[in-house]
C-alpha cells in the first residue's frame, strides 16, 4: 500500500505465511505421488498450526519510508485505529523493530534524504474483529503517516 511521500506498506499476516510456505514446497513440474503426499502432509501440518488458536499469531507491517535526518525513523511509534463490530478501537503494538540509522539516499524529494525500514507487529486475534483500519505512525521529529485499509485485505 502506499502512502503519502514514497512511503510504501508491506502487511504480513498468518494466511500470507502459509501462501508463502506452500509456495515454496519445492515440488518438481511433474511430482511422484510419495512426492505429493509428503507436501500434502507438511501443508496439512502447517494449517493445523496456523488454525490452532493457542498460538498467538501476529501481523507484521513493515514501513518503508523517508526522512530528513539519519535517526528519524526510531522515533516513529505506531498504533492502529479501527471500527469493528459497533465499536472502534485503538490498538498498540506488542513488539517493533526500528531503524536506528537511515540509509543516506541521492535525489530524495523535499529534502528527504534518508530512507528507512521499520517493522510494527500486532496480535492477529486484536486485528481480526475490526472492518477498516489506519495504521498511524506518529513522530515528534517529522509528519505523521497514515495507512488506510479493510480487514479483507489481510486474508
Known sequence: IEGENGSLLNVYSPFMMLAAKASRSGLSKNPSKSDLEKARKRFARDVAYYSDSKNHFQVKFSVSFYGNTPDFAKTYMAKIVGFGRGKEFELRTVKQLLDQ????????????????????????????????????LESPKGPPLEFRMKNERLY
Open 101 to 136: 540509522e537511515a540509509d543516506q539516499i541521492s535525489g530524495g524529494q523535499d529534502g528527504y534524504n534518508y530512507e528507512a525500514i521499520n517493522a510494527y507487529y500486532f496480535n492477529f486475534s486484536d486485528l481480526e474483529d475490526l472492518q477498516e483500519f489506519t495504521l498511524v
